[in-house]
């Protein structure tokens, strides 16, 4: 079965940290753009961060820049979102994603969601 499964939420106090997991099973995200996207209620999905199938090139939306690190253990299949100095803003469901390995082969997969909520 192919899964992505996100770990690492919680509640945690504003200008905390967490470190978010997401494992893949059934399939290797080797050669795969991962991505982290977030949630919250009744707004859209928001594109969190972006790291290459290599991990040579990192992205991020402007309103976590320096504070979260995308990063990646091919070995593992895992991907990781550190998030330092936690805000109220960064409440929400963090969704792991798995980029087509090619243009047009292949699908896209999606996790569960980890909830992280930051709150004093």
């Known amino acids: 079965q192919v899964q992505l499964v996100e770990s690492g939420g919680g509640l945690v106090q504003p200008g905390g940290a967490l470190r978010l997991s997401c494992v893949g099973s059934g399939f290797t995200i080797s050669g795969r753009e991962m991505r982290w996207y977030r949630q919250s209620p009744g707004k859209e999905r928001e594109l969190v961060a972006t790291?290459?199938?290599?991990?040579?090139?990192?992205s991020y939306v402007d309103s976590v820049k320096g504070r979260f690190t995308i990063s990646r253990d091919n070995a593992k299949n895992t991907v990781y979102l550190q998030m330092n100095s936690l805000q109220r803003e960064d409440t929400a469901v963090y969704y792991c994603n798995a980029g087509r390995p090619s243009l047009y082969a292949g699908r896209e997969y999606w996790g569960q969601g980890t909830q992280v909520t930051v709150s004093s």
């Open positions: 790291i290459t199938s290599t991990g040579g090139t990192r």
